[in-house]
């Protein structure tokens, strides 16, 4: 034996070889336990718990192992030194992970939403959820049937309200006013445009028709009917405005006192045509904001329902593999995340003891360049 050793050290090429040859072997188990110590890592991290770890076999475990990290950065700690014990798992040092760490937060919250979704859609929803979901119907059910009462209640009003107002405070200008022979006849006045004057009767004969077909029309109301009696509604307000609007710029502007009247006379009258159409304004200011309260309260009670129906109705098998994508997708996401971070961890593949520390923090490393040496126990 003393010969061959002899001999070997003699032969400088052979001695070279051999040398090579051992640094060859060490560097390898050094990287094989690296890896299997950051592909433990990860499978512990994600719950993984695999029965065999690809290129580690406990029975060649090496006495003296040089460790180093895979990718290059800045050292951000250094939590051993020179003969220091630890244990296997131990975080030996690290580098600066800043963006790792949020990547693999918002790794892990995109997995968690895509799992509760997926979990969700199985399993379906809860007792409680659908009762949530009924009693927001009902609300919405009872919300629409109050609009409506609102609108009947206010229809009713506001013909009362317009029919009033044209009686008060324009059959002083006709003659026969509720007749469909009416004249425009303001004792003691005289008036510059004819054509507005036409107009003016024209509208009131129509207008003397349209509050009549209203009253039957709400009189005869139902839901059936409802529809049609409110467009009507807002069509005999609008010709109502328009009358009235007609007579205030007839009486303001060419409407002139004769040598038996007065311009008080015609002042009170302008006075009294313009209230009636404040009046009339506020009796379709209602009606609209009744009819956008009922579109309002069907569009509440659709969605509610549409959510109902959703709650209860199965998972389509489409819908569930979409989900399901999503969570497989994510999770792969997650363990990239995870592996990136991981990489950037010196951490301790078995129970040894430190003998040799070449990083420090704060300084660059480089990848795969042993930074630090433990003996295994």
């Not at 404040?278 to 569009?299: E, F, H, M």
């Amino acid at each position: 034996m003393k010969h061959h050793i002899k001999k070997v050290l003699l032969t400088p090429k052979l001695a070279i070889g051999i040398a090579s040859g051992i640094a060859v072997v060490v560097g390898i188990t050094a990287v094989v336990m690296h890896q299997r110590t950051q592909a433990e890592r990860f499978a512990e991290i994600n719950g993984i718990q695999p029965s065999v770890i690809s290129g580690y076999d406990n029975s060649k475990t090496p006495k003296d192992i040089v460790l180093a990290f895979p990718v290059g950065g800045r050292v951000k700690s250094v939590s051993v030194k020179i003969g220091d014990t630890v244990t296997a798992g131990t975080v030996l040092a690290s580098l600066d992970a800043g963006n790792a760490i949020g990547a693999i937060n918002q790794a892990k919250a995109a997995y968690l939403v895509a799992k509760t979704a997926y979990d969700r859609l199985v399993s379906g929803a809860s007792t409680p959820d659908i009762e949530v979901t009924q009693a927001a119907v009902d609300s919405a059910s009872t919300a629409l049937d109050n609009a409506k009462q609102n609108l009947v209640r206010d229809i009713t009003t506001a013909h009362n309200s317009v029919n009033s107002a044209v009686v008060a405070n324009t059959n002083v200008l006709f003659s026969n006013p509720q007749s469909t022979s009416l004249q425009f006849n303001f004792p003691g006045t005289v008036q510059t445009n004819q054509q507005l004057v036409i107009n003016v009767t024209n509208e009131r004969i129509k207008i003397n028709a349209d509050l009549d077909a209203w009253q039957n029309e709400i009189a005869s109301l139902n839901s059936s009917n409802v529809d049609a009696v409110v467009s009507d509604s807002v069509a005999y307000m609008g010709t109502v405005r328009s009358y009235l609007t007609d007579v205030i710029t007839l009486l303001s502007s060419y409407t002139q006192a004769t040598a038996g009247g007065s311009q008080s006379t015609i002042t009170a009258a302008l006075g009294g045509v313009t209230s009636a159409k404040a009046s009339v304004d506020g009796a379709y200011l209602s009606v609209t904001n009744d009819v956008q309260q009922i579109k309002s309260a069907k569009a509440g009670l659709d969605q509610a329902k549409a959510s109902l129906a959703l709650k209860q109705a199965p998972a389509r098998t489409e819908d569930v593999a979409i989900a399901a994508a999503q969570v497989q997708s994510t999770q792969g996401a997650l363990q990239i995340a995870q592996s990136v971070y991981n990489n950037m961890l010196i951490i301790a593949p078995v129970d040894g003891k430190i003998i040799n520390v070449s990083v420090t923090a704060g300084q660059i490393a480089t990848p795969n360049t042993g930074a630090i040496e433990i003996v295994s126990q």
